[in-house]
């Protein structure tokens, strides 16, 4: 079948695109992974910062300096946690667990990481939990968006083998496993990565960024990271049927029909209607961030 795709579809060669996989400062390499991680981490802060200089923002721009150091330590801490935990618990208790720079983060683990970062900086505060992450929602899609571009310029994480129906398939070579092998250079394959820059990034960007700044959407607590939440697993459900497995949990799509990633995202597509359920139901507010000292003067 493999000899099949490769002899009827003509394909993209990634290596012919000249893609290189980050920047040589001689006595170090910065690589473009990390470097989407930075520059969307940043975009975030920056935008979030002018989020707050609109009506109804329910924290100040300190917060703001609060929530980019937790939220950074939890995409970080936890994405890796979570990939060990949920794709390679073999790596429990062994050094190689704390190996970010080989690769491998967990969108879930990153997801649950930044929830526990906001949480603690809300609690902290005094803030509105619910609210705080309305606004950090709305600045994930830009980061996610860097991440998947950064993903295909590595040549990683591509796609299942695609027909001759695909014209835009193409062949990648993965040059980190089987000692050095590559795998799949003569299989035409789904550019997936774009896939989820586009669902999961670029889509989600634009239709929460138009949600808080041409409408009303930020006075319904829950409903921005309801929208969020929803889109972002559903893009994720989608692409995964386009994704290449991972090759030690293949056996998830063969006994069970769909990935890993999947099962894990299905609770997420239901967290998220039900959010948006749950804010619509409930009338708008009018409030914003009142420092405690005024609380207390006013109280």
């Not at 290596?15 to 975030?44: H, P, Q, T």
């Not at 667990?97 to 983060?105: A, C, S, V």
């Not at 809300?122 to 803030?127: F, H, Q």
Request: net charge neutral; with cysteine.
């Amino acid at each position: 079948m493999l000899e099949f795709l490769a002899a009827s579809a003509p394909a993209i060669n990634w290596s012919d695109l000249g893609l290189i996989d980050g920047i040589d400062l001689g006595f170090f390499k910065l690589r473009f992974y990390s470097l989407a991680y930075l520059v969307g981490l940043f975009i975030a802060y920056f935008h979030l910062r002018k989020m707050l200089t609109a009506p109804g923002a329910p924290m100040a721009k300190r917060h703001a300096d609060d929530l980019f150091f937790y939220c950074m330590l939890g995409v970080i801490v936890g994405g890796r946690f979570g990939y060990v935990l949920f794709y390679r618990p073999d790596l429990l208790g062994t050094a190689d667990m704390f190996k970010t720079w080989e690769g491998g983060m967990s969108f879930h683990g990153g997801l649950i990481g930044v929830v526990l970062a906001i949480a603690f900086v809300a609690w902290r505060g005094g803030l509105s939990f619910i609210r705080v992450c309305d606004y950090i929602a709305v600045n994930v899609g830009a980061a996610m968006l860097l991440g998947r571009m950064a993903n295909f310029v590595n040549g990683e994480l591509w796609g299942r083998p695609a027909g001759p129906e695909v014209p835009w398939a193409m062949t990648f070579c993965d040059l980190g496993h089987a000692d050095g092998q590559c795998l799949s250079s003569f299989v035409p394959r789904h550019p997936s990565q774009l896939y989820e820059a586009l669902l999961e990034g670029l889509l989600v960007a634009v239709v929460l960024y138009t949600l808080f700044w041409l409408t009303r959407a930020r006075y319904r607590p829950g409903l921005l990271v309801g929208v969020f939440t929803a889109m972002i697993s559903a893009g994720r459900f989608i692409v995964e049927y386009f994704r290449e497995p991972d090759a030690h949990l293949a056996w998830v799509v063969a006994e069970t029909g769909l990935s890993r990633g999947q099962w894990l995202t299905l609770p997420l597509i239901a967290l998220g209607i039900g959010l948006v359920i749950w804010s619509l139901r409930r009338p708008p507010i009018d409030g914003a961030y009142v420092p405690p000292r005024e609380q207390a003067a006013n109280g």
